[in-house]
């Protein structure tokens, strides 16, 4: 699977409308970076936007020559596409923001130009969050109905698999109900959904930080399983778990204990 990205620099990257993020925002990288950040740049150029989705294809066109069997587009966490989600960051009044459609148009040109590129046959898996490294307490929909406007021009310019990430996978998404993103992108689409987020941790005592040494390794997994089984999404996704302990797929599979979380052992090498 090929990960296609294009966040630009923090401190000067391309942007929808020239905003990070909020001053204020909850955040877990270092305050000095926020503040490097937040000065306004000037707003993409319909020459830029073009430029960015030509890169995209591209990208995955190279991607698909050399062999890769599916391509994977980070629509989450502030990046690029993100930002053009969000309407804290994407203020324009051309076709490329406005109401929650157009705020979507960006990331569908994005899918559509990768999906050209690749065929029909390759499938395209489109990651998103509410949650942005710029403000965890960001959302780019409110209501269901507004997350299904979002989604309907991603779901129809090609995107097959919506990879709902979260802090934690068993936060409900929206009030009166226990779905999640992904379960929520399932539901609206009819796509195929991916989970992710806190698989194997608990709940971090942290307003900020997601990888925390408060994370104590949890049994979550008969929850996941039961959601799972239910049919609220398709596949799961695993990081830090897997990170932290190599071994941790052959100790669920067997239900031994798993190594207590170590931030340390994030960072290592080897």
């Known amino acids: 699977m090929w990960n296609v990205e294009y966040a630009g620099d923090t401190s000067a990257g391309l942007r929808p409308s020239g905003i990070w993020g909020p001053v204020d925002g ?10 490097r950040a937040l000065p306004a740049t000037s ?10 989705i030509d890169a995209y294809a591209r990208s995955a066109g190279r991607a698909r020559a050399l062999g890769f069997d599916g391509i994977a587009i980070h629509g989450a966490h502030g990046y690029l596409i993100d930002s053009f989600l969000w309407r804290h960051t994407n203020r324009r009044e ?9 705020r979507a148009a960006f990331g569908a040109a994005v899918i559509r130009a990768v999906r050209q590129a690749v065929g029909e046959e390759v499938p395209i898996a489109l990651r998103l969050s509410q949650f942005k490294m710029q403000d965890y307490t960001a959302r780019i929909a409110d209501t269901a109905d507004e997350l299904g406007a979002l989604l309907a021009p991603l779901a129809e310019a090609g995107v097959d698999v919506f ?26 689409t009819g796509r195929l959904a991916m989970t992710v987020g806190g698989v194997g941790f608990g709940k971090s005592r942290g307003l900020a930080r997601h990888i925390d040494d408060s994370q104590a390794v949890d049994n979550n997994l008969p929850v996941l399983v039961e959601r ?16 932290n302990d190599p071994e941790w797929l052959l100790k669920a599979r067997a239900g031994v204990p798993f190594k207590p979380f170590d931030p340390a052992n994030l960072h290592r090498l080897t």
């Open 26 to 35: 909850i955040i877990s990288i270092p305050h000095e970076a926020r503040f």
């Open 43 to 52: 707003p993409m150029t319909e020459d830029d936007i073009q430029d960015v």
């Open 94 to 102: 051309d076709r490329w923001g406005g109401d929650a459609r157009g």
């Open 163 to 188: 990879d709902g990430s979260q802090r934690f996978f068993d936060s409900p998404l929206f009030a009166g109900s226990t779905l999640n993103l992904a379960g929520w992108c399932r539901r609206l």
């Open 228 to 243: 799972f089984g239910r049919g609220e999404f398709d596949l799961v996704g695993v990081g830090r778990a897997l990170l």
